[in-house]
């Protein structure tokens, strides 16, 4: 069974730091290219980045662009996601998922506020 587990969220400052983990089992991941997703109260679900099996290649929306940075550590089962100088419009639920699935965990809830 895919078991996709966030962590990592909490209350972060504006022009603060925070870094996200996805835990990823039940498939090899290391074959697999992943998303991260993030969702704010009352709105649709958002993309927001992806990173392909070996991490040489990452995407991302223009939203997070220059701030985020995706990773992963293929031996460790584990992505990342490093949010940098975050603002207010980031305060979201951040999920991971499989390219080409949707989110199915619980998340984890990421405040950004002073």
């Known amino acids: 069974e895919v078991q996709l587990v966030e962590s990592g969220g909490g209350l972060v400052q504006p022009g603060g730091s925070l870094r996200l983990s996805c835990v990823a089992s039940g498939f090899t991941f290391d074959r697999y290219t992943m998303n991260w997703f993030r969702q704010a109260p009352g709105k649709d679900l958002e993309w927001i980045s992806t990173?392909?099996?070996?991490?040489?290649?990452?995407s991302y929306a223009d939203s997070v662009q220059g701030r985020f940075t995706i990773s992963r550590d293929n031996a460790k089962n584990t992505m990342y996601l490093q949010m940098n100088n975050p603002k207010p419009e980031d305060t979201a639920v951040y999920f991971c998922a499989q390219h080409g699935t949707t989110p199915r965990g619980q998340g984890t809830q990421v405040t950004v506020s002073s």
């Open positions: 990173i392909n099996p070996d991490g040489g290649f990452t």
